[in-house]
């Protein structure tokens, strides 16, 4: 059976209530908030977080032989950002990494793409969006990603939600557009492609109903994402499907994340779906596309550790709009009086890449010293070249020490450095993120998470940071 096999999500931390930011421009007040990335995150990062949750069951990421990037806001031109992902994951140098970016509509793409696929495919969708201080994109917009695994062709690997059908429909339309280099969207008046929307979503509906043999009062789950929010409302009021069908948008919550939409929804689905029920996932833009799932008896065993309600209900304070503005390039700020950073160099990177972007430590054959970094020779029983590759991402630890510096160069000062003993033995310093000074306590528990620590010369300084835990887990 050929299906989907495993699935996460990311919701990033940081919240910006609507009502907040319309008491600052004088607009009509918006109900809710949106999802924020922090100012080093972006959609390579939030795709490693995403992808992480995916690969989770043990066993997995051996197994997977391609990897797609999905997503409208890249964080290179010209260079792949699916291998920053893949090095992250520490996938094999074989498996194929390549970008789907550009458009919105991307994140379909890889999506049929992976269920099309004959080997075990990670497809990650990503998306941080932005838009001009008042308009609609601004304060409907949100951040986020969603990780699947599709296979099952040729292995016995549990299929949690098996591929029923699938269907497109192409159509050019120019209802928003964005030239490269431009970082906000133009957007046509809504009432131009709304019954376009919903004449090309029923077509494809009903061809992907066809080709299963359902109709359309067999689903579920109707989901329906797109940047078109007024088409998307009209596709679920028209497609017939049962009223306790229609899923909720997640909008009020936290923002439409673009690309990472269907995505997120679909996992949000998934957290919740019971075995044997139909899921149809319509997705709005340059035309429509329509995925049939059908949730196995292997769904309940396998969901997401952090489901999306879970990491919705985790989500941070509302932030200050100023402090939107300032990390998202929109409001320049007084950088610290201190010699700019500088860029991460190619070569020693290269060197390094499985612990710049993999954090894999070394760990003493001799001894059993953990070390943070790796290094030839051991620290304790002095023995060269006997060591062993020790993956830490999944690792946590604890705060043994702290500081809070003021005067450091970062998009959010202060800077919050933290020393940590990690679970098992080793002791690193590094950045604490997505946190307050309240949470730099020594005693506190933390977990690793993929961060970018710099931009320079044009260059994204990718490594590992820690973060508060803030889950029951531990």
Not at 375 to 388: K, N
Request: charged share 20%; aromatic share 6%; net charge neutral.
């Amino acid at each position: 059976m050929a299906g989907l096999i495993a699935y996460g999500a990311y919701v990033p931390y940081h919240r910006l209530a609507r009502a907040d930011l319309a008491a600052v421009l004088g607009t009509p007040p918006g109900k809710g908030t949106r999802a924020v990335a922090g100012y080093d995150e972006d959609t390579t990062s939030m795709a490693v977080e995403a992808a992480r949750g995916a690969l989770a069951p043990d066993g997995l990421r051996p197994r997977i032989g391609q990897l797609f990037l999905a997503t409208a806001a890249p964080a290179y031109l010209d260079k792949t950002n699916a291998t920053a992902v893949h090095a992250a994951l520490g996938l094999d140098e074989h498996v194929l990494a390549a970008d789907m970016a550009g458009s919105v509509r991307s994140g379909l793409g890889a999506l049929i793409t992976a269920a099309r696929s004959t080997v075990p495919t990670l497809t990650v969708l990503s998306d941080l969006r932005t838009g001009l201080p008042g308009g609609s994109d601004e304060s409907a917009g949100g951040d986020g990603a969603a990780a699947f695994v599709f296979g099952g062709h040729r292995d016995s690997t549990p299929v949690i939600a098996e591929l029923l059908a699938h269907d497109t429909v192409s159509d050019e339309i120019l209802d928003r557009w964005r030239l490269p280099g431009s970082p906000t969207s133009r957007v046509w008046e809504e009432r131009f492609a709304e019954e376009i929307y919903v004449d090309l979503a029923g077509k494809a509906l009903t061809a992907a109903l066809d080709r299963a043999g359902l109709d359309i009062a067999a689903v579920d789950h109707l989901i329906v994402s797109g940047l078109h929010a007024r088409a998307c409302a009209s596709v679920r009021r028209k497609t017939g499907a049962r009223p306790e069908a229609v899923t909720a948008d997640l909008t009020a919550a936290i923002g439409n994340p673009g690309t990472a939409q269907p995505g997120l929804l679909l996992a949000d689905v998934l957290d919740r779906a019971r075995p044997g029920e139909t899921i149809a996932l319509v997705v709005l833009g340059d035309g429509a596309g329509v995925i049939l799932l059908r949730t196995t008896d292997a769904l309940p065993a396998h969901r997401s550790a952090r489901p999306v309600a879970g990491q919705i209900a985790a989500g941070s304070a509302p932030m200050p709009y100023a402090t939107y503005l300032s990390w998202r390039g929109l409001l320049d700020r007084e950088p610290p009086r201190r010699p700019d950073p500088e860029p991460p160099y190619a070569p020693p990177a290269h060197r390094r890449n499985r612990w710049k972007y993999g954090f894999v430590a070394a760990r003493c054959e001799k001894c059993g010293t953990r070390h943070l970094p790796p290094d030839r020779v051991c620290t304790s029983c002095r023995s060269v070249d006997a060591m062993t590759g020790e993956p830490m991402a999944d690792v946590r630890g604890t705060v043994a020490t702290f500081t809070v510096d003021r005067l450091a160069h970062t998009p959010s000062p202060p800077m919050l450095v933290v020393v940590v003993d990690y679970d098992g033995g080793g002791r690193f310093r590094c950045q604490l993120t997505d946190a307050t000074e309240a949470d730099a306590v020594i005693g506190a528990r933390v977990e690793m998470t993929f961060r970018r620590t710099v931009t320079a010369a044009g260059v994204h300084n990718y490594f590992w940071k820690a973060r508060p835990v803030r889950t029951d887990e531990d």
